[in-house]
Structures are given as structure tokens and as C-alpha cells.
């Protein structure tokens, strides 16, 4: 598939447009959002039942089985829902009718054994990562760091361990943004182009592989504002849930709790629509088969 150069400042007016996404079809996007989140979240909770049934509250092989089990199956539903949710904001964008329940589009076009292959990709790419992190970092940085988790876990208040330097602190570092940027270009454009342009696991793995190379600035700086975007925000919630807590908690405390849960996952829901809108405008503007990407002069400014 064709793909279209774009420079580096493309990169802004994606995640201006990730932002404005949303107002086209406000129900139908955040519905969707919201009904991926709460998909994920059932999943958790079913797996939660699973573990207290058979495991008995004890860790067990049944459990770490159970827990494994779930863990592969929502790295395989999250692409068949996220291209569910690009299928929504594509749909809105071209001004045809869509609705939240689209979000399980995927099964019914026959995309979605596809699209789960690319969550089985993702945790092969996890593995080889880990394993190759390991080995730059060295087994005295590892087993100290494993020494340290361990503590904090059997006690919390305990300040972290110090920690020795990675035997190739450099080679660390770039290896791990390596591996952060193709992974992160990698399963959105797969997505998109399994999703929208109906392509197979095979070629949307190779488009998008290339397109992450041909358009290297201008998809790292994306990543790279949509990564400060998440941080910056996720610090501001993490201070509003602080104060309704405060707040609310000293007058009664189940509301607090309700209403701190309600904010994360609309929270949840607003953050995926800018990550999955993301990934759709990188699709749209990247390959020449989609529409013809608007110029960097016609572009707006943030309307939410």
C-alpha cells in the first residue's frame, strides 16, 4: 500500500484533531469508549471470579493459570476493541450514521481473529523486549531490582532499595525507545488498516512496520506529545481523585469511592478516544488510499 511522506509538524495537528475528535458524534464516540472500558473491566472481573472459585484465595497453579489465561485474552480483545472504536470515529468523521454498539463491528465484518492476532504479536514483542532488556541490564542489576520489588510489595511503607546501574545504561535506553516507538506505530497502524482497510495480518504488519520507518519524525514526535498528554493528564486526575477523596470522604465515604470510580473511567473513556482517534488520523493521512489528508494550513485549533 502506498504511503504518504508527511513532516514532522503533522504530529501537532494529529493530536489537535485527536482532541476534537469527540464533537462529531459525542454519543456515539464516548458510548463507545465507555463500553470498551467497561468491556475490559468485565473481563477482570470474570477472571476475579475465576481465581476465587478455583483458587480459593490461595496462589495456586490453577490460579496463575487462570490469571495467565486472562491476561492473553485482554491482550486479544483490546485490538478487536480499539478497531471497534476506530471503526466509530471513521464512521463519524464521514458524516455517516453510527451508534456506541459498533464498537463490536469487528466481529461481524470477520476482522476480529485477525485483529487479535495483532494482541498475540504484542506479546511476543513484550517477551523479546524483556529478554533483551534483561541482558543489557545485566543479572546484578536484575536481581537487585527484583529484591527491591519484592520488598515494597511485603511492605509498602519501606522506601525502595537502591538500586545499581544497568551494565549498558545507553544501549538500555535506546533499546527500550526502539522498542516503545515501532510497538506503539506498529499495533495502531495495524489496527487501523486490519479495521478500515480490511487488510491481513501479514501486510498490515509489513504497511505498518514501513510506514514507521518512511515517516520516523513525524511519528515519534506523535508518539511522543501523545505520551506527555497521558502523563500531564494522568497527574491532573490523580490530584482530583485526591480531592474529591478528601472531600467527599470525610462526609461519606461509598460516594467518594463511586464517584472517584465513575471519573476514572470516564477518564478511561476520553484518553482512549484521543489514543485510537490518533491512530485513526495517522492511518488516514499516511496511506494514499485513504482521503486525502488536509494541509497543515487548513488544520484548526483545539475546539474541547
Not at 468485565?42 to 483458587?55: E, P, Q, T, Y
Not at 495502531?188 to 505498518?208: E, F, P, R, Y
Request: glycine share 8%; proline share 6%.
Amino acid at each position: 500500500m502506498p504511503i504518504r511522506p508527511l513532516p514532522p509538524l503533522q504530529a501537532w495537528h494529529w493530536l489537535v484533531q485527536a482532541i476534537n475528535l469527540g464533537m462529531r458524534n459525542p454519543r456515539a464516540i464516548f458510548g463507545a469508549a465507555l463500553l470498551l472500558v467497561g468491556s475490559l473491566y468485565a473481563m477482570v472481573m470474570a477472571g476475579g471470579v475465576l481465581v476465587a472459585l478455583f483458587g480459593g484465595g490461595e496462589v495456586s497453579t490453577p490460579t496463575l493459570l487462570i490469571t495467565l489465561l486472562m491476561v492473553v485474552a485482554i491482550f486479544m480483545m483490546m485490538p478487536i476493541l480499539a478497531g471497534g472504536l476506530m471503526h466509530v470515529i471513521a464512521e463519524a468523521e464521514a458524516g455517516r450514521p453510527t451508534a456506541a454498539r459498533d464498537l463490536y463491528r469487528p466481529f461481524a465484518l470477520g476482522r476480529a481473529g485477525r485483529l487479535a492476532a495483532l494482541g498475540g504479536l504484542q506479546i511476543l514483542l513484550m517477551a523479546a523486549g524483556m529478554l533483551i532488556t534483561r541482558q543489557l541490564a545485566g543479572e546484578e542489576y536484575m536481581a537487585a531490582y527484583n529484591e527491591a520489588l519484592n520488598s515494597i510489595m511485603q511492605n509498602p511503607q519501606q522506601a525502595p532499595t537502591q538500586l545499581p546501574a544497568p551494565a549498558h545504561p545507553l544501549l538500555m535506553f535506546v533499546w527500550q525507545v526502539c522498542l516503545n516507538y515501532f510497538t506503539a506505530i506498529t499495533m495502531l497502524l495495524g489496527i487501523a488498516l486490519i479495521a478500515l482497510s480490511n487488510s491481513s495480518v501479514l501486510a498490515a504488519i509489513k504497511s505498518a512496520a514501513l510506514a514507521a520507518v518512511r515517516n520516523l519524525a513525524a511519528n515519534f514526535l506523535a508518539i511522543t506529545l501523545f505520551f506527555v498528554l497521558t502523563m500531564l493528564s494522568a497527574v491532573l486526575l490523580s490530584m482530583v481523585l485526591s480531592m474529591v477523596m478528601l472531600l467527599l470522604g470525610a462526609l461519606f465515604m461509598p460516594l467518594a469511592l463511586l464517584v472517584t470510580f465513575v471519573l476514572g473511567m470516564c477518564f478511561a473513556a476520553v484518553l482512549l478516544v484521543i489514543v485510537c482517534g490518533g491512530g485513526y488520523l495517522i492511518w488516514r493521512d499516511t496511506f494514499a488510499a485513504a482521503p486525502e489528508a488536509p494541509t497543515l494550513a487548513t488544520q484548526g485549533s483545539i475546539e474541547l
